[in-house]
């Protein structure tokens, strides 16, 4: 059996997508490999709104909709204002992380099932963990040096 828990499990693929951040300029985010696919930029926001997505559902005890993710076209244009969402989502998941979780309840959720907080957590991470290799596509082609896996 493994030692480490979700939580660390969660914070340290948390701290590998933040990183990055700090070897990014604005001009990084926005690059595309092809033009199917998202700006560094839409990617890296959409890590941390999918994020934001299943914090409201450990804390709110429901899933919200999809449709209500920030999606904040500013944000995937600036590292500064990145940095600040990853900081503030951090901070919001530390809060939940202090409180006794009962990681057995029950988190009823639309087009999801019923999750339980364990499994929340264990999507998004996993979520983080998939797009960090959509990310090392970009991190390839801008000629980025940085172990985004870890």
Known sequence: MSKITN???????????????????????????????????EELRHIADSKEIYLRAMTDGV????????????????????KAYYEDLDRRYDELFATKIDWAKEVPWTGMGDLDMEACLDWVTHFECTHQGIVSVYLVGLNINYDIAG
Not at 26 to 35: G, N
Not at 75 to 81: F, H, L, Q, Y
């Open 63 to 82: 899933g919200p909709s999809w449709k209500e993710k920030r999606m904040d076209p500013e944000i995937a244009i600036s590292v500064e204002k990145l």
């Open 7 to 41: 939580v660390q499990f969660f914070k340290h693929y948390s701290k590998l997508t933040k990183g990055l951040l700090d070897n990014l300029t604005d001009e990084h985010l926005q690059y595309r490999p092809h033009e199917s696919m998202k700006t560094l930029g």
